[in-house]
């Protein structure tokens, strides 16, 4: 018998574990996941394309995408609701304690940097954009690997693991909970589910078993965007990065990982293949600059959203893994792309040339294009022709299923936490929830 239970060895249930551990010595520990130990999770770090049988070692696994970039913006900006729930004062605090304990474990070998501008965002807003300011704490995969471990070596001492299971029941009986497993059945006092979105159909049927209802889901599609690597030093020259928010009466639109100097590579997430941006710390540095442009919709419940993902990407993919290209001139042309190759950008990513207009639905088209607008406002300059539009990327999210304000459900003993509880969306926010259910719970 277990006193506390953690399924998921991600970002969330990394952080919970271990802040139990340290303040709480006499709980006993159960932490399952359906991936592998990190030193065993190989899949990208030597190719890009997935080389898995079955569930993908990028994603899942020890420390889950937390080592992946290992990006930790510490920000009530955006990256979830985490501030709305517990206070923002309190998760900017809970999110310093998450940065001293990955410096505790070497991540100080980077420096910590603000995307914070004044006059930047004074002048984003005349046209009719929001600077979003962040601290950022950007391992890099390297390091972010070299911390997890490390953590990993400290916790596997103080707690039980069990990796490559897959959790086929959670019941509660008599005030117990059993967890039936392909390694057996486990027992535990209290259960956490902190799976994120790499678990989200597990997580959808373990709380419909558990009469746990959800609600609406939150599904952010966008263009990838590559352009030569000096388009934005008008708004990067006291800052690596920026994160620039749209909005009007139709929708909003938000700037996501922006890479100076960062390439772009193919993510695969829920048997679709996207554009995603790395960052030049990662392999060898290109001379662009990528981002995608996100914009978010909401539907009734995950199966609509998940469906609309594999209508619009699956559509683009065509079960062969392909991602579809245009460049800017042609796009505004209205035709499509021939190559992609020109003296100014050389693209970093091998996709198919072709036609956005006849692959992308028109409203992320028409908000790229009116944010390019406010863009080009805001550097004084036009956006370069050669600039490549890649279709596309997404974010995905867990539908959101009630918890009070300590993380727990309507089940007594029963708690979700990060991307699971549908309120964090980021590596920092997941840890700090992490943080935060540990020193609610009493075990």
């Known amino acids: 018998m277990y006193d506390i239970t953690i399924i998921g060895a991600g970002v969330s249930g990394v952080f919970l574990a271990h802040t139990l551990a340290e303040e709480h010595p006499d709980v006993n520990i159960h932490v399952i996941d359906k991936g592998k130990p990190l030193v065993e999770r190989t899949c990208g770090l030597q190719q890009e394309s997935c080389i898995c049988d079955g569930s993908c070692d990028r994603y899942i696994g020890f420390a889950g995408l937390g080592k992946s970039e290992g990006k930790f913006n510490y920000t009530n900006d955006f990256g979830g609701q985490l501030g709305k729930k517990i206070g923002e004062e309190a998760t900017l605090s809970l999110m310093e304690e998450v940065d001293e304990l990955l410096c505790s474990y070497g991540g100080d070998l980077v420096e910590k940097y603000s995307t914070k501008n004044e006059k930047l965002s004074e002048k984003a807003a005349q046209h009719s954009l929001r600077v979003f300011s962040t601290e950022v704490r950007h391992l890099g995969t390297q390091l972010a690997r070299g911390v997890f471990q490390s953590m990993y070596e400290v916790m596997a001492e103080r707690m039980t693991f069990t990796f490559e299971a897959d959790v086929t029941a959670v019941t509660k009986e008599s005030g117990r909970f059993s967890i039936d497993t392909n390694h057996g059945r486990f027992q535990s006092r209290k259960v956490v589910f902190a799976t994120g979105m790499s678990g989200g159909e597990w997580l959808k049927f373990m709380t ?236």
């Open 208 to 443: 419909q078993d558990l009469g746990l209802r959800a609600g609406e889901t939150r599904l952010d599609l966008g263009i990838r965007v590559e352009m030569r690597g000096n388009q934005l030093d008008a708004i990067l020259q006291e800052t690596f990065e920026t994160k620039l928010h749209y909005i009007n009466e139709r929708f909003s639109a938000t700037t996501y990982c922006m890479n100076p100097r960062g390439r772009i590579i193919r993510k695969y997430q829920h048997g679709l293949v996207m554009a995603d941006g790395q960052n030049q710390n990662e392999e060898e540095p290109s001379q662009n600059l990528n981002f995608t442009l996100f914009v978010p919709r909401y539907f009734k419940n995950q199966d609509e959203a998940m469906a609309e993902a594999h209508r619009v990407i699956g559509g683009i993919n065509q079960g062969q893994g392909r991602i579809v290209a245009q460049k800017l001139e042609d796009l505004l042309a209205g035709k499509p792309s021939i190559h992609l190759e020109s003296a100014v950008i050389h693209p970093s990513l091998e996709a198919e040339a072709g036609d956005l207009q006849k692959e992308v639905p028109p409203l992320y088209i028409e908000a790229l294009l009116e944010f390019f607008e406010a863009l080009e406002g805001l550097l004084g300059e036009k956006i370069d022709c050669d600039t490549i539009l890649y279709g596309m990327d997404s974010k995905f999210y867990e539908a959101k299923i009630f918890t009070d304000e300590h993380f727990e459900t309507e089940l007594q003993g029963l708690y979700l936490i990060g991307d699971s509880s549908g309120e964090t969306h980021s590596l920092s926010q997941a840890a700090a929830s992490g943080i935060y259910l540990a020193r609610c719970m009493k075990a």
